[in-house]
C-alpha cells in the first residue's frame, strides 16, 4: 500500500542514518580524544580502574622526587665524610711525620690545626636543604632521618608509605653541643706505651676537635708541643686510626644508602612506565580502526543520505498520477 500520509521507507532511512550519525560522533570523540574509555559512561569498570591507577602514577612521581631530595642529601653527606676522611689521613701522616727524630713539632702542629680547621668547615658546609647529617649546633641529638621511597597499594586496597631509614648518629662528625656524640669531638679511648723503655702499656683518650661544645669531651686534644714525647705521638696515632676506621664505617654505610636510593629510582620509574602502559591498554583508543571505521561511516552516511532522498521521491511519483 502506498500512503501520503505515512512514508515508511523515509523513517526507515532517516533511522538509518540517525544511528550512523551516532557512531560517527562517537568515533570522532575517540579521534579527537585518544581514548576509548573517556569517562565512566564508555565503560564504568574499566574507567575506574584507570582513574586510580593514574592517581597511584601521581604518587609516584611524588615517590620519585622525594627520592631525589634524599638522593641529593646523602650525597652532600657523602662528599663531606669523604673529604673528611682524606683530612684525617693527612693528619695521620702529618702524625707520623712528627715521630721522626729532629722534626720541629710546633710547625707540624700548624699544619694539623689548619686540617682541624677544613674538617670543621667541611663537616659545616655539608648542608642540603637545611638538613646537615655531619655538623649538629642543636639541643636536640642527631636522630634517624627518613626518605620516602615507595607508595604501596595492597590487594584490598589499602595504601600505605615505605621509607628508607638512616640514623645520623653515626655520621655525625662535630656536635657543638655534646662532645661525646660527634666522631671527632668525642674522646677516643687507645692503648699508648707507657715510658720509652718499658714494655707495658696504658689506656689513653684523644679527641681530634675542640667544637667549644657545653659538654665537653674526655680525654686529650690532638696537639703537638716541643715536648711531646714519641709514646704520646704513638696513642695520637693510634687515636687518628681508629676514628679514621670510624668514619670509613660510616661513608659505607651511606654508599650503601645511595646504591639503595638508585636502584629504587629506577625501580619507580619502570612501575610508572609500566602502569601508564596497563592503563593505555584499558582506554586508549586503536587510532588505525578508528580511522577505518570512520572511513567507513562516511561512506555510509553518504549512501543513507541516498537512500532517504530516494524515500522522499515516492511522493513526488504519487503527485504526478493526478497531473493531466
Request: aromatic share 4%.
Given at each position: 500500500?502506498?500512503s501520503?500520509?505515512?512514508?515508511g521507507?523515509?523513517?526507515a532511512?532517516l533511522?538509518?542514518?540517525?544511528?550512523?550519525n551516532?557512531n560517527?560522533?562517537?568515533?570522532?570523540?575517540?579521534?579527537?580524544?585518544?581514548?576509548?574509555v573517556e569517562t565512566a559512561?564508555?565503560n564504568?569498570a574499566?574507567?575506574?580502574?584507570?582513574t586510580t591507577?593514574?592517581s597511584?602514577?601521581?604518587?609516584l612521581s611524588?615517590v620519585?622526587?622525594?627520592?631525589?631530595?634524599?638522593?641529593?642529601?646523602?650525597?652532600?653527606?657523602?662528599a663531606?665524610?669523604?673529604?673528611?676522611?682524606?683530612v684525617?689521613?693527612?693528619?695521620k701522616a702529618?702524625l707520623?711525620a712528627?715521630?721522626?727524630?729532629?722534626v720541629d713539632?710546633?710547625?707540624?702542629n700548624?699544619?694539623?690545626a689548619?686540617?682541624k680547621?677544613?674538617?670543621?668547615?667541611?663537616?659545616e658546609?655539608?648542608?642540603?636543604?637545611?638538613?646537615?647529617?655531619?655538623?649538629?649546633s642543636?639541643?636536640?641529638p642527631?636522630?634517624?632521618?627518613?626518605?620516602v621511597?615507595s607508595?604501596?597499594?595492597?590487594?584490598?586496597?589499602s595504601v600505605?608509605?615505605?621509607?628508607?631509614d638512616?640514623?645520623?648518629?653515626?655520621?655525625?662528625?662535630?656536635d657543638?653541643?655534646?662532645?661525646s656524640?660527634?666522631q671527632?669531638?668525642?674522646?677516643?679511648?687507645?692503648?699508648?706505651p707507657?715510658?720509652?723503655?718499658?714494655?707495658?702499656t696504658?689506656?689513653?683518650?684523644?679527641?681530634?676537635i675542640?667544637?667549644?661544645?657545653?659538654?665537653?669531651a674526655a680525654?686529650?686534644?690532638?696537639?703537638?708541643?716541643?715536648t711531646?714525647?714519641?709514646?704520646?705521638?704513638?696513642?695520637?696515632?693510634?687515636?687518628?686510626?681508629a676514628?679514621?676506621t670510624?668514619?670509613?664505617d660510616?661513608?659505607?654505610?651511606?654508599g650503601a644508602?645511595q646504591?639503595r636510593?638508585?636502584?629504587q629510582e629506577?625501580?619507580?620509574?619502570n612501575?610508572?612506565?609500566?602502569?601508564?602502559?596497563?592503563?593505555?591498554?584499558?582506554?586508549d583508543?586503536?587510532?588505525?580502526?578508528?580511522?577505518?571505521?570512520?572511513?567507513a561511516l562516511?561512506?555510509?552516511?553518504?549512501?543513507?543520505?541516498q537512500?532517504?532522498s530516494?524515500?522522499n521521491?515516492?511522493?513526488?511519483n504519487?503527485l504526478?498520477?493526478f497531473?493531466?
Amino acid at each position: 500500500m502506498t500512503s501520503i500520509m505515512t512514508n515508511g521507507a523515509a523513517m526507515a532511512a532517516l533511522q538509518t542514518l540517525r544511528s550512523i550519525n551516532y557512531n560517527m560522533e562517537e568515533v570522532q570523540s575517540r579521534i579527537s580524544s585518544g581514548y576509548r574509555v573517556e569517562t565512566a559512561a564508555d565503560n564504568a569498570a574499566y574507567w575506574s580502574i584507570a582513574t586510580t591507577m593514574r592517581s597511584d602514577n601521581a604518587a609516584l612521581s611524588t615517590v620519585q622526587d622525594a627520592l631525589g631530595l634524599g638522593a641529593a642529601k646523602v650525597d652532600t653527606s657523602y662528599a663531606g665524610m669523604s673529604n673528611a676522611i682524606d683530612v684525617i689521613s693527612e693528619i695521620k701522616a702529618k702524625l707520623v711525620a712528627a715521630r721522626e727524630p729532629g722534626v720541629d713539632k710546633t710547625k707540624i702542629n700548624k699544619e694539623i690545626a689548619e686540617l682541624k680547621n677544613q674538617l670543621v668547615s667541611s663537616a659545616e658546609s655539608a648542608s642540603f636543604s637545611g638538613e646537615n647529617w655531619l655538623y649538629n649546633s642543636s639541643t636536640t641529638p642527631a636522630a634517624t632521618k627518613s626518605i620516602v621511597a615507595s607508595f604501596n597499594r595492597s590487594t584490598d586496597g589499602s595504601v600505605s608509605v615505605s621509607t628508607l631509614d638512616y640514623d645520623t648518629a653515626v655520621s655525625i662528625l662535630i656536635d657543638t653541643e655534646d662532645a661525646s656524640l660527634g666522631q671527632l669531638t668525642k674522646g677516643v679511648e687507645v692503648a699508648q706505651p707507657n715510658g720509652a723503655t718499658a714494655p707495658t702499656t696504658a689506656n689513653a683518650t684523644y679527641y681530634l676537635i675542640n667544637a667549644g661544645s657545653t659538654t665537653t669531651a674526655a680525654g686529650t686534644e690532638i696537639v703537638l708541643y716541643s715536648t711531646t714525647t714519641d709514646d704520646i705521638l704513638d696513642g695520637m696515632i693510634s687515636a687518628a686510626d681508629a676514628m679514621l676506621t670510624a668514619l670509613t664505617d660510616s661513608a659505607a654505610t651511606l654508599g650503601a644508602i645511595q646504591s639503595r636510593i638508585d636502584m629504587q629510582e629506577n625501580f619507580v620509574a619502570n612501575l610508572m612506565d609500566v602502569i601508564d602502559k596497563g592503563v593505555g591498554r584499558l582506554v586508549d583508543a586503536d587510532m588505525n580502526e578508528e580511522s577505518t571505521r570512520l572511513k567507513a561511516l562516511q561512506t555510509q552516511q553518504q549512501l543513507g543520505i541516498q537512500a532517504l532522498s530516494i524515500a522522499n521521491t515516492n511522493s513526488e511519483n504519487i503527485l504526478r498520477l493526478f497531473q493531466q
